[in-house]
């Protein structure tokens, strides 16, 4: 025969299921707020525009260090082609 459940297990239940919910909460705030973060940081240590220069022609591709965050990897490297 099965248990009957009292309303304090009930209760428990819904209390722990509420603190979990909440310290999920925290937790995707807290990620939130660090992507926030690491985008500001990034936008603000990378130029704006490219600078020109005679004979030139300059491009730009972001690749990420690593994935989550999606920052790190912004270095910038010039090289001629065999096109000119």
Known sequence: ??????????????ARLGSLTAQARERAELQRTQVELAIALQRGMLPRDLPTAPGLHLAVRYAPACYGLNVGGDWYDAFPLPDG
């Not at 025969?1 to 819904?14: C, V, W």
């Open 1 to 14: 025969m099965p248990r009957k459940r009292s309303t304090d297990d009930g209760d428990e239940l819904l």
